[in-house]
């Protein structure tokens, strides 16, 4: 196992452990039992990511905007260009995944800005996520774990739990109803937790972001899909990139008063004003299961100056199971 790691690699791990350490201790919810719980659900793959493990490393820039500048002191919208690192996903701790399904695709982000200030997030193609609270998450995994005996999940225990938590089922029914993307690049990707933006005078605005292809986004019929196959995505994303045609817009959901900012199943209201806050442009893309993205975690707890978390559970839990997951690949020698 190769455990000679980057300096800039170190800085990610330490950011991401100093940030599950310092989350609120209600979101403290056993990190350890919950990473258990993904590797039972979906599987334990050595080495890869208990999320988004099959997927791929690239370079990107982004340029912020005049709109970004108004809304936060955060020198990624300082208008020069900012280096980013970008990593591109299917759902799921699986690494053979299948490109062809109605599912899951993430859109990861660090943001290396001046004087050593780093910015990351995880995004998905979805305006909502599977849970509420990192209680409600673990009660989703456990319940949807297989059984010992049968290697199946208990459908008694699952449906307890649906009939429980209705909200847990809007993420799976929206990526039902929705077609098969044909590229990484042509898809929409929600953060879908509320943010502050803070502005040079404290006034905060919070908002909710997501990252929309600026040439739209491009799916496939069920009959294309098929014929794509399980491994069609990072081939494609290559050559898209290759041809200077990936770019998204960040974009911000405007948050009003009343609007609910503390649950990751709940979107703001479709009405609400949008703002590009700038562009990110995808420069290049790893060649093989290699790239800067091996040992960065991408954990939204990691924010600049002008950028602050909401009071969002489910924010505040990701941090401790990141870390976890991290230090179990770490141990077992990272694959990208």
Same mark, same amino acid.
């Given at each position: 196992m190769n455990t000679a790691f980057s300096v800039p690699s170190l800085m990610s791990v330490v950011a991401c452990a100093a940030a599950a350490l310092s989350t609120p201790t209600f979101a403290q919810?056993?990190?350890?039992?919950?990473?258990?719980?993904?590797?039972?659900? &979906? &599987?334990?793959?050595?080495?890869?990511?208990?999320?988004? /493990?099959?997927?791929?490393?690239?370079?990107?820039?982004?340029?912020?905007?005049?709109?970004?500048?108004?809304?936060?002191?955060?020198?990624? #919208?300082? &208008?020069?260009?900012?280096?980013?690192?970008?990593?591109?996903?299917?759902?799921?701790?699986?690494?053979k995944a299948p490109d062809n &399904?109605?599912?899951?695709?993430?859109?990861?982000?660090?943001f290396d800005l001046p004087g050593n200030e780093t910015w990351q997030m995880g995004n998905i193609?979805?305006?909502?996520?599977?849970?509420?609270?990192?209680?409600?998450?673990?009660?989703?995994?456990? /319940?949807?774990?297989?059984d010992p005996d049968t290697k199946k999940p208990n459908p008694d225990k699952v449906k307890a739990f649906n009939d429980a938590n209705p909200d847990t089922l809007l993420q799976g029914k929206y990526?039902?109803?929705? $077609?098969?993307?044909?590229?990484?690049?042509?898809v929409n990707y929600w953060g879908v937790h509320a943010f502050a933006f803070v502005d040079a005078s404290g006034k905060k605005q919070y908002g909710k972001w997501? #990252?929309? $292809?600026?040439?739209?986004?491009?799916?496939?019929?069920?009959?294309?899909?098929?014929?794509?196959?399980?491994?069609?995505?990072?081939?494609?994303?290559?050559?898209?990139?290759?041809?200077?045609?990936?770019?998204?817009?960040?974009?911000?959901?405007?948050a009003q008063p009343g609007d609910k900012l503390d649950s990751a199943v709940s979107p703001l209201p479709a009405e609400r004003k949008k703002v590009t806050l700038g562009r990110l442009t995808i420069k290049s893309v790893a060649a093989d299961a290699t790239g800067p993205c091996v040992t960065i975690n991408f954990n939204p707890m990691v924010l600049p100056k002008g950028v602050e978390p909401s009071t969002d559970p489910m924010l505040a839990a990701r941090a401790a199971p990141y870390a976890v997951s991290m230090g179990r690949r770490l141990g077992e020698g990272p694959k990208q």
């Open positions: 919810v056993d990190p350890t039992r919950m990473v258990d719980a993904f590797e039972r659900a &979906g &599987g334990k793959f050595e080495g890869f990511r208990r999320s988004g /493990a099959k997927g791929v490393c690239a370079t990107a820039e982004f340029v912020g905007s005049a709109q970004g500048r108004e809304l936060s002191v955060s020198s990624a #919208f300082s &208008g020069r260009p900012v280096p980013v690192v970008a990593r591109f996903s299917m759902g799921g701790g699986n690494p &399904g109605k599912s899951q695709r993430n859109l990861a982000l660090q193609s979805a305006p909502i996520f599977g849970a509420s609270s990192p209680e409600q998450m673990l009660a989703r995994l456990e /319940a949807v774990a297989p990526f039902a109803s929705q $077609p098969v993307p044909a590229s990484f690049g042509g997501i #990252f929309e $292809p600026v040439g739209g986004t491009q799916s496939l019929t069920d009959e294309e899909a098929q014929a794509k196959g399980p491994d069609f995505l990072q081939a494609e994303l290559r050559q898209r990139v290759a041809a200077g045609g990936v770019a998204f817009d960040f974009n911000l959901q405007l």
